[in-house]
T-cell receptor
Framework: AQSVTQLGSHVSVSEGALVLLRCNYS??????LFWYVQYPNQGLQLLLK??????LVKGINGFEAEFKKSETSFHLTKPSAHMSDAAEYFC????????????FGAGTRLFVKA | GAGVSQSPSNKVTEKGKDVELRCDPI?????LYWYRQRLGQGLEFLIY????????KSGLPSDRFSAERTGESVSTLTIQRTQQEDSAVYLC??????????????FGPGTRLTVT
């Protein structure tokens, strides 16, 4: 069965600092991988997705993520944090075949300090 | 265009009562998902509808939970004999096709259910 682990339920960075949110997946074959963001009192929206076309994926708002098969990881990064990046971030995985259930990680809440 | 809508936005109910939550997906989206998000936790898959195929109910936590979808339109999630542990935000999402690598899920704002 597929699963997703997000390391750190809370991450705090200073404005302008590097953002690194960690995600590891468990799957017998590389699945589709996603990062979603949930701003306070808003619904989830897609930041970026990995579909096997390129290992480095660029998303909205300056975020990017790199798929590393050897590490079964899909960490999310942003070079310089903005106050507006404060939100909850979810990593998710969907299999290529056998159903289209999406499994979400527990989420990481990002705090950005002035 | 219109996104995914859910109603009600908030629902407070007494333990033991039945509740019905509604999801209106984006028009033309064939795939529809229900998730549960407990306070401080991630999204828990509940059920998935794809067109006229049999739904994937593998995430429903008990037989008190059921969901229906008429064709490719509105879906309702029903919780019977609600318990306090059912308190959560219930999220609905729709997708243009079942192919997760091609199309993204669009989420509604959720229904916050509180069971007292």
């Amino acid at each position: 069965a597929q699963s997703v682990t997000q390391l750190g339920s809370h991450v705090s960075v200073s404005e302008g600092a590097l953002v690194l949110l960690r995600c590891n997946y468990s799957s017998s074959v590389p699945p589709y991988l996603f990062w979603y963001v949930q701003y306070p009192n808003q619904g989830l929206q897609l930041l970026l997705k990995y579909t096997s076309a390129a290992t480095l994926v660029k998303g909205i708002n300056g975020f990017e993520a790199e798929f590393k098969k050897s590490e079964t990881s899909f960490h999310l990064t942003k070079p310089s944090a903005h106050m507006s990046d404060a939100a909850e971030y979810f990593c998710a995985v969907s299999p290529h075949t056998g159903g289209f259930k999406t499994i979400f990680g527990a989420g990481t809440r990002l705090f950005v300090k002035a | 265009g219109a996104g995914v809508s859910q109603s009600p936005s908030n629902k407070v109910t007494e333990k033991g009562k039945d509740v019905e939550l509604r999801c209106d997906p984006i028009s033309g989206h064939t795939a529809l998902y229900w998730y549960r998000q407990r306070l401080g936790q991630g999204l828990e898959f509940l059920i998935y509808f794809q067109g006229n195929s049999a739904p994937d109910k593998s995430g429903l936590p008990s037989d008190r939970f059921s969901a229906e979808r008429t064709g490719e339109s509105v879906s309702t999630l029903t919780i019977q004999r609600t318990q306090q542990e059912d308190s959560a935000v219930y999220l609905c999402a729709s997708r243009a096709s079942p192919e997760p690598g091609v199309y993204e899920q669009y989420f509604g704002p959720g229904t916050r259910l509180t069971v007292t």
